[in-house]
């Protein structure tokens, strides 16, 4: 845009009308002008000619949302960049996800892929966490853009609990009662933060709070909260004072 003012003093503002120039290139623009006398007297239009020379504008880089489960890897592509005055020569990144939200490889053209690991285990069903990271493009001139962040929603599913094995004793005419809270899944675990229950004993949903008899004898009751008791019966009877077995 052009200001001209009477006394011949004039501005010129390019905008962004010339953004498309890379370094090196140039576009000339006119414009004509009059002079008066006090007479009244005009002149012949003459022209001013303003050489336009282009720069090296930055390149623009693109925000970007992925989502992925918690086991599961994920390979993906920053969106591409544009430059108003020259291509895309590569991306780079700029900050990585941080320590504790997994692991990412990024590529020089853009390709990165990012590995959950073990560190949303604890996200149940439902639950979800965003880990970010920032890159930037660089133009075929050096030009860098502003760093855009991709943000990655980690979904949680379920994890399986991880049970533990126990073991009691008792003497060979006493049965052992055990109460829940020193039962057998006092020592088992959920990383998702579930409440656990005997779902099955030796493999059988509907032995649950039955009495099963022991591989070497005796009586074992498992009920679902976890507590349970063993009578030995007369199984082990034979056993002389200081000698033990195991079932």
Excluded: H, M
Excluded at 42 to 60: F, H, L
Excluded at 117 to 141: H, I, K, M, P, Q
Excluded at 229 to 235: D, L, R, V
Aim: charged share 15%; no cysteine; hydrophobic share 30%.
């Amino acid at each position: 845009s052009l200001t001209f003012n009477a006394d011949g003093s004039y501005s010129f503002t390019p905008g962004t009308d010339f953004d498309s120039l890379a370094a090196g290139e140039s576009r000339d623009v006119t414009f004509s002008y009059t002079a008066t006398d006090n007479d009244g007297g005009v002149s012949e239009p003459k022209t001013v000619t303003i050489t336009v020379t282009g720069t090296n504008d930055a390149p623009v880089a693109v925000a970007d949302t992925q989502t992925t489960g918690e086991n599961t890897a994920l390979t993906g592509q920053v969106p591409a960049a544009t430059d108003v005055d020259g291509t895309i020569a590569s991306y780079a990144l700029d900050t990585d996800v941080g320590q504790g939200n997994g692991s990412l490889a990024f590529n020089a053209d853009g390709s990165y892929s990012f590995t959950p690991g073990t560190d949303f285990d604890g996200l149940a069903t439902g639950e979800s966490r965003d880990v970010t990271f920032s890159y930037t493009a660089t133009d075929n001139d050096g030009g860098i853009s502003e760093p855009k962040t991709v943000t990655i929603t980690v979904t949680g599913t379920n994890d399986a609990p991880v049970a533990v094995a126990d073991t009691g004793s008792t003497g060979e005419n006493a049965t052992l009662n055990i109460n829940a809270a020193l039962g057998v899944l006092d020592n088992d675990s959920d990383v998702d933060g579930g409440t656990l229950s005997v779902s099955a004993v030796n493999g059988v949903t509907g032995s649950v709070g039955q009495a099963i008899t022991g591989t070497n004898g005796g009586t074992f009751t498992l009920n679902a909260d976890g507590s349970y008791s063993f009578n030995p019966g007369t199984a082990f009877d034979r056993l002389a004072a200081g000698q033990t077995d195991t079932t």
